[in-house]
Every structure is written in C-alpha cells, then in structure tokens.
Nanobody, 126 residues
Framework: QVQLVESGGGLVQAGGSLRLSCAAS????????LGWFRQAPGKEREFVGY????????YLADSAKGRFTISRDNAKNTGYLQMNSLKPEDTAVYYC???????????????????WGQGTQVTVSS
C-alpha cells in the first residue's frame, strides 16, 4: 500500500522559513516523480513545484520561484519542500503527490498524480 506522509507544517511569521517533508512507503521511491501542491480555504488546489525521479528536473510555479525549492533524498524515500521568505498568502494545506515521470505540460495538473498525502497545514501570520 502506497503511503505519502507530509510533515513539517506549522505557524510561522511572515518572512520565516519552513521545510516540509514527504515520507514515502509502499513504492519504489526513486522511480517516482514528486509534485507539491497547496490548497487555501475556498480556493482550488494549486501547483507549487515538481521534481523528477532523478533530481535533474526541477520545475516551480511562478509563485514559488526565488523563495521555494524542492529536493529529494532517494536513500531516505523522502522529498522536501523548503520554503523561505514566507508570506501570508502562502497559508494553505500543502500536499505531496507522486506518479511516474510526467511530461512537462502535465506536471502542474493534480489529475496526473496517482498518489497523495494527507496534507500538512502551513499558516503564515502577518
């Protein structure tokens, strides 16, 4: 059974940093790409970024560029979302998702990911 478990969320002041983790089990982690998404109350789920199975391809949404970065440690079956210079508008539940390598024009679409974590809440206070 595939499981993705996010952790590392919490309450942080604007300008602060958080690192989210996504621990995977039940799959051959190194053969799956990872996506990060977020969903704020009353809003659609929004793409944050993508990292390929070999961390050679990194793709970030415009809202994340320059502030967020994605990495992975295949030996630990874990992916990471490092978030710096956080803003109140970054407040959301953050999800990691996994699937086989996804072509470029489909990476930002949540429908293309088979496996999802339960999410972790990030709250940024002003």
């Amino acid at each position: 059974q595939v499981q993705l478990v996010e952790s590392g969320g919490g309450l942080v002041q604007a300008g602060g940093s958080l690192r989210l983790s996504c621990a995977a089990s039940g799959l051959s982690f190194s053969t799956y790409a990872l996506g990060w998404f977020r969903q704020a109350p009353g809003k659609e789920r929004e793409f944050v970024g993508y990292i390929s199975r070999r961390p050679a391809i990194l793709y970030l949404a415009d809202s994340a560029k320059g502030r967020f970065t994605i990495s992975r440690d295949n030996a630990k079956n874990t992916g990471y979302l490092q978030m710096n210079s956080l803003k109140p508008e970054d407040t959301a539940v953050y999800y990691c998702a996994a699937d086989s390598e996804i072509v470029a024009n489909r990476r930002s679409d949540a429908k293309n990911y088979r496996y999802w974590g339960q999410g972790t809440q990030v709250t940024v206070s002003s």
